[in-house]
């Protein structure tokens, strides 16, 4: 399984993300916001990610890193609509795609702190990229974008848990041998 998540995390690295971001004023209504995460295998992947690393670590991780995901990412657009000018954006996303790919893939047991802090920086350049693409309609947009991505993240967290239960059962099996 970890080969797998592996080689899509490498899939994913060669994917640019800069094609998941329309040009400003695509970004307009809560269709448009909640279309936007579903667009592109860099959001896709990163936000299942989160709730799938969550989910293998286990305990608080399953719902606070996603939570912190949402919240960090917020803030990120807001900053961006209040015009905050950041740079590296774009590379801040792929280098989320590697990250979080890696952390979930290689089942990285991380305190809970440090997961909610890695994820909440990821989660921030998310947010600023879809900041600066709305024209109007804002909170609708940001209504939309933020409902995506809770599903995405409980995709991840489903897929994870049915992971671990997986993993559990080759154990016990192997230990009846």
């Known amino acids: 399984m970890r ?24 970004a307009d209504s809560l269709a ?12 896709v992947f990163v936000m299942a990610s989160v709730g799938l690393w969550g989910a293998l670590v286990g305990g608080r991780a399953i719902w606070a890193w996603p939570a912190t995901f949402i919240a960090t990412m917020l803030a990120g ?3 961006a609509r209040l015009g905050l000018q ?3 954006v774009e590379s801040a996303i792929s280098a989320s795609i590697m990250v979080v790919g890696l952390l979930a893939a290689l089942r990285v047991k ?18 600023h990229a ?21 599903v995405l993240h409980g995709a991840g967290v489903g897929l994870g848990l049915c992971m671990r239960r997986l993993l559990q059962g080759m154990t016990r099996v192997e230990a009846l041998r």
């Open 77 to 79: 657009f807001a900053a």
């Open 32 to 43: 448009s916001g909640a279309l936007h995460p579903l667009s592109g295998v860099d959001h």
């Open 130 to 150: 879809h900041g600066t693409e709305v024209a109007a309609s804002v909170i609708p947009y940001a209504a939309g974008f933020t409902l995506s991505t809770a």
């Open 3 to 26: 080969f797998v998540l592996l080689g899509l995390t490498l899939a994913a690295m060669l994917v640019s993300p800069a094609f998941a971001h329309p040009d400003p004023g695509h």
């Open 86 to 88: 950041i740079s590296f």
């Open 110 to 127: 991380a305190q809970l702190s440090l997961g909610a802090a890695i994820v909440g920086l990821f989660a921030f350049f998310h947010g």
